[in-house]
């Protein structure tokens, strides 16, 4: 882990996110060690003590990072029986402090706050009684367990909140002055007045004095990560020219003052901030060049941040955790399963570092903990970091969706048993921009706690006799949920392992997330089959004959997908090779080597990385769509195309393999100038169906281009596998018959584990 560059951040901040981001950036590049042992800090003494904040003692150290309650609340912005059966699932778990996502308090000053009609994507804490009693509700359940609640308050979305605003309520957004709106960078933001400024200050003290007479442990001002409290509080969008918040901070410190005055002094006061922006370390001299960039320059450096929470913590601030990034570089505040564990343990060690050397005290006269945060679902990394001294609690926010248990199977050792993050953010994150709700591409039931909770598995009073083909992640859970109901279950896989498409999927070093969730699953199978009535078939090809046989009641067929045929002129050259299969050998590709890589969705950009970053191949990656890797992730595609093309991969969009003559590759290149720059990730990629009215056009000219090649890899996707289920379908090999996973439909892991439980929860 880097733990360079801790000291004297005020004279070398810039180095210092010079070295973490490159180690960030480059970790997966270095040899791996022996894997360490599980549960080696067991027990884990600093992870389990209590911590006083303020007039509050916490029975852990272990807090539930705040995630975005999106579409979890009522439309009025009272939460709903899932928001409060999703908190509850966590504090049952264990976690000794619970943050909500962020609440809103600028509801008509923010127009992107909430939806036509006033109706609210957010929870509220205003309006009426009825959304009070919501918050009440949520905070005794939460209570019942011994677990505390902080509620995210934040004065706005500003310049990252929805342009629709503009369609729907003829209204700007809003930002600390005129700035570009996040999504549609055409769509100015106009500043707020200082009035308007000093009516979110008063509504934030509202909203904390109504907090705490609910009941509500504590406020989490959510300062971080480009949202409007950063604007105001950020010299990189505060570029006011008069007024009583030229100061930048001014804002912030009226803001903390006022909450205070509300609230009384034992109340306790959390801030999150990032303590940089990273535009520059991340961007270098784009920061010049990029006029969309360039506004932004003059960033926030490390020392004023460090010299901001001093001034903070004066104010009233009692505990702090912060972060690296924002929007614009968006995988910092997010960290995708390509960065390392622990990415900011060096960032919680320096605030820590320089609140002691400042002699930093709360006014209630203690010291300011320090939270740390950014990938912590190891327990063994949790505590070794606590009993380092660079953080005084942990924050685990996805770990947490993964396994609500975390806490509970920590504590008593069970570490193998905690079902890990993949770090995908496809269901976690993603599914805000898709319209849905928090969610978990590993655990089915996150986000779905109303009706399916804990680890509980309602028993099946007619037990029937059940066949599932294909140990992929849907047949995988399919066959686990099933079987621990009181069926009994067989499981036949053709491959020699268990693990379908995660096994190519997880073998470069960045997808170690992957890799631990594919062992995870591996060892669920074992402790079932032994506990349970379930049968392990591996490297058996199954037949209808074989089903026939079989004499089972349920056929589930989850046989996944198969990487479709190439068709173009030359495809049967020896250079060529599918992508799967060069994950599954890649030996057979040699260092140094020249490859293009055909398809740019994340399995090309995948495929594109390892040949650069762990065989030093020279690599061109082709996509004939205008971008890479295109309904992924914001944060995972932008950390991957950033990788790329640190790593120096050519990186060809609209452009297309036409034909291959021996080792020479023809392609058709748009090379016209309206061609988007594919290396462009400070600006995302609208959903498909979100119209951008201010997209310039496409134009095409066309060239015929020649490259020579040493090898050819073909990463087109996957095809859906039905032919086994179209013949069981005519045979009737079972009176009952599902088709799930890829075989159904080609999708991602979040789709094929939500599919395989559901299937095993109902027969």
């Known amino acids: 882990m880097m733990r360079e560059g801790t000291k004297e951040a005020g004279a070398s901040g810039e180095e210092f996110l010079v070295s973490l981001l490159d180690h960030c950036d480059q970790w997966s590049e270095q040899p791996e060690g022996p894997p360490l042992p599980k549960g080696r800090l067991h027990p884990y003494t600093r992870l389990f003590s209590p911590i006083q904040v303020n007039s509050l003692t916490l029975k852990n150290r272990l807090v539930m990072g705040p995630m975005g309650n999106i579409n979890m609340a009522e439309e009025m912005g009272r939460p709903s029986a899932r928001m409060i059966a999703y908190f509850e699932e966590r504090a049952r778990g264990g976690v000794g402090l619970i943050t909500s996502g962020l609440v809103p308090v600028s509801q008509g000053i923010d127009p992107t706050t909430t939806e036509a009609g006033d109706r609210s994507l957010f929870p509220r804490l205003d309006r009426s009684r009825t959304v009070l009693d919501g918050w009440r509700t949520l905070v005794e359940r939460l209570h019942a367990w011994g677990t505390h609640f902080f509620i995210q308050l934040t004065p706005g979305l500003g310049r990252v909140g929805s342009p629709e605003v503009l369609l729907k309520k003829w209204r700007l957004p809003v930002s600390s002055w005129w700035n570009p709106n996040f999504y549609l960078p055409g769509v100015p933001c106009r ?128 505990m702090v955790d912060a972060d690296l990034g924002g929007y614009d570089n968006w995988w910092l505040p997010h960290p995708p399963d390509s960065m390392p564990a622990g990415c900011y343990l060096p960032v919680a060690r320096l605030v820590k570092e320089h609140f002691s050397l400042a002699g930093v005290r709360s006014r209630s006269g203690q010291e300011v903990p ?64 898709e319209g849905g709700h928090p969610q978990c591409s590993v655990n089915p039931r996150s986000g779905f706690e109303d009706f399916s909770r804990g680890e509980d598995l309602s028993p099946s009073f007619y037990p029937k006799r059940i066949g599932v083909v294909g140990a992929g992640p849907a047949g995988i859970l399919c066959a686990l949920t099933a079987a621990r ?34 062992e995870f699953l591996e060892r669920e199978l074992s402790g079932c089959a032994q506990a349970h009535n379930l049968v392990i078939h591996l490297g058996r090809k199954v037949t209808p004959a074989l089903l026939g046989e079989a004499g089972i009641d349920v056929l589930v067929l989850a046989t996944g997908g198969v990487q479709p045929a190439p068709s173009f002129p030359g495809c049967d050259s020896p250079v060529t090779l599918q992508a799967v299969d060069l994950l599954r050998r890649p030996d057979r590709i040699e260092e140094g080597c020249h490859v293009m890589v055909v398809g740019g969705g994340m399995l090309g950009c995948e495929c594109a990385h390892f040949l650069a970053a762990e065989r030093s191949c020279r690599v061109t990656l082709i996509e004939g769509a205008p971008h890479f890797m295109i309904g992924a992730c914001t944060a995972n595609r932008g950390h991957l195309l950033h990788l790329l093309e640190k790593t120096g991969v050519q990186l060809w969009n609209c452009t297309q393999l036409i034909r291959l003559e021996g080792e ?6 748009n090379t016209s100038n309206s061609v988007p720059d594919p290396t462009h990730t400070w600006v995302p990629l609208l959903p498909e169906n979100i119209p951008n009215p201010l997209a310039k056009p496409l134009r095409v000219r066309l060239e015929e281009k020649t490259i020579a090649v040493d090898w050819v890899v073909l990463a087109q996707g996957l095809t859906s596998n039905r032919s086994l289920y179209q013949t069981c379908l005519e045979q009737r090999s079972a009176p009952e018959i599902h088709l799930i996973g890829d075989a159904f439909q080609v999708g991602r892991i979040f789709h094929a584990v939500k599919a395989g439980f559901i299937v095993g929860a109902t027969i």
Not at 233 to 257: C, H, I, K
Not at 486 to 507: K, N
């Open 370 to 433: 320090v939270v740390a945060v950014g990938k912590l679902g190891d327990p063994d990394l949790a505590e070794e970091a606590m009993r380092r001294g660079d953080c005084d609690l942990v924050m685990l926010a996805r770990p947490l969706l993964a396994d609500p248990q975390w806490p509970k199977k920590a504590y008593a050792g069970r570490v193998a048993e905690i079902r890990p993050c993949i770090g995908d953010q496809e269901a976690c994150l993603n599914e805000f921009l």
């Open 664 to 669: 020479r590759a023809v392609l058709l290149k």
């Open 191 to 318: 500043p707020l007045s200082d009035g308007e400024c000093r009516r979110i200050i008063v509504r934030t003290g509202q909203a904390a004095a109504d907090a705490k007479a609910l009941g509500i442990d504590g406020v989490y001002l959510h300062g971080h990560e480009g949202y409007l409290l950063e604007q105001m509080t950020n010299t990189a969008f505060n570029r006011r020219p008069w007024g009583r918040y030229r100061d930048w901070r001014r804002f912030g410190l009226e803001l903390v003052t006022e909450v205070r005055r509300r609230i009384g002094p034992l109340y306790p006061v959390m801030y999150r901030i990032d303590l940089s922006l990273a535009l520059r370390a991340s961007y270098g001299a784009k920061m010049d060049e990029i006029p969309s960039l360039r506004r932004f320059r003059h960033e926030r450096t490390i020392a004023q941040s460090l010299s901001y929470l001093e001034e903070l913590v004066g104010v009233g601030v009692d």
């Open 485 to 518: 109901r009181g069926h009994a279950v067989t499981l036949w896989e053709q491959a020699d392992a268990a693990g379908g498409m995660m096994i190519p999927a997880s073998a470069p070093r960045i997808k170690t997330d992957l890799r631990a969730s594919l």
